[in-house]
């Protein structure tokens, strides 16, 4: 794994990090490589929900169609032997 520099944190995020390492006997970096390994893990989430809402929007799909639209394709699945 390539070693870079974190960028220096607010007294109190570094604090508060510091502790939560003591807490769990961690090294504070490994605590703030799973923080930082969740972040990008929910923005590539953020960008697939955005997709998603940007093909349904252009197909006319809304909310409410799908629940009826994931029991079609289950349906569909299950008559196809999948």
Known sequence: ??????PPLSEELQQ???EIAREQHREPAEVLEEAVRRY?????LE???KK????????GIKEDDV???VHEVRRENRDRGR
């Open 1 to 6: 794994m390539a070693q870079t520099k974190t």
């Open 47 to 49: 960008r697939l929900a």
């Open 16 to 18: 508060k990090l510091d």
């Open 52 to 59: 998603g809402e940007k093909y349904a929007k252009a197909r």
């Open 40 to 44: 990008v893990g929910i923005q590539a």
């Open 67 to 69: 629940p009826d639209l």
